[in-house]
């Protein structure tokens, strides 16, 4: 079975609680990080790895 693709808009709080989750998680694959500010930075930086940001 293929992984879940998912792209998360958001890296304030719940964001990054999401994105943590989903990184955890073998059936998901993030693909990427949408944010406003450096919250997304922040997060590739706490998770070692490395997506695409918008």
């Known amino acids: 079975m293929s992984k879940i693709r998912v792209l ?3 890296c304030g ?3 990054a609680s999401h994105a943590k989750a989903y990184h955890d998680m073998s059936e998901f694959e ?3 990080l949408v944010s406003r500010g450096d919250s997304k930075n922040e997060l590739q930086k706490n998770t070692a790895v490395r997506l695409s940001t918008f």
């Open 8 to 10: 998360v808009v958001g």
């Open 13 to 15: 709080n719940m964001g």
């Open 30 to 32: 993030i693909i990427g």
